[in-house]
């Protein structure tokens, strides 16, 4: 028990959870005092721009850092590790989404109420879930690239010409919308995929369905055979 408590201490000072957590914990406080702000932003709508609330953008944020939590500073030692770190990693990854979302919760709640508390959590769950998708893509210091790549079409598409919001633009759509919430099931289960989707994995598949192409020829094939041989 003490045992995998000091490995817990090791992982998690290798990933500077506290100050990244306690990082996305204050960009979601900040909601209680610049969630109320209205942004009037170009959209293409009949009127040319939309007023966007502050506080449908914050989720994006929270959930990018806490994401972001992922990166290590052993992280070219961690790639070596063993099934006991891959079983940290996938915890991380999972309390950190959560975390994203409750925290989210938990502001909203405190500003707005449950309806806009419901909306708050679900947006960092898509985003977080993007953010795992962009961070075993890119890196895990850049998780922010896909949630701010969505900002745009959300911002400038997401409303209709009347100015309504369209069914796929989920930061502005109520808790209890049913589309947005497959949208978050769809998300979950599109990172999980890219989450187990390892380098490692891809060469063992790839082993797996073109052995041939893999197997070693010519000089090479003959140092295999001869260190056999020597075995």
Known sequence: MLERRADWLRYARAHR??????????????????GAWNLSMPAATGTGFTVV???????????????????????????????R??????????????AAAALMW??????????????GARSALIWGCAAVVSGRSFGWRLSWVLPV???????????GHDGAARWWNWPDQPANAPVPWLLAA???????????????????????????????????RNEVEASNDNG
């Open 106 to 119: 938990t502001a909203e709640a405190a500003t707005a109420g449950p309806g806009p508390a419901g909306a």
């Open 149 to 159: 790549s969505t900002l745009f079409p959300l911002i400038y598409y997401g409303h």
């Open 53 to 83: 609330p502050f506080r449908q953008e914050l989720p994006a944020a929270v959930a990018a850092l806490a994401v972001a939590s992922m990166y290590s500073t052993m992280e070219n030692l961690e790639r070596m590790g063993g099934m």
């Open 186 to 220: 769809a998300s979950t289960l599109i990172a999980a995929a890219a989450f187990r989707a390892t380098p490692w994995r891809g060469h063992a598949l790839r082993r797996v369905h073109w052995p041939s192409r893999l197997a070693p020829t010519g000089a090479g």
């Open 17 to 34: 959870l506290v100050g990244t957590l306690t990082g996305a914990a204050l960009i979601a406080a900040s909601d209680l005092v610049v």
């Open 85 to 98: 770190l891959r079983c940290f990693e996938r915890a991380h990854v999972v309390t950190a989404i959560l």
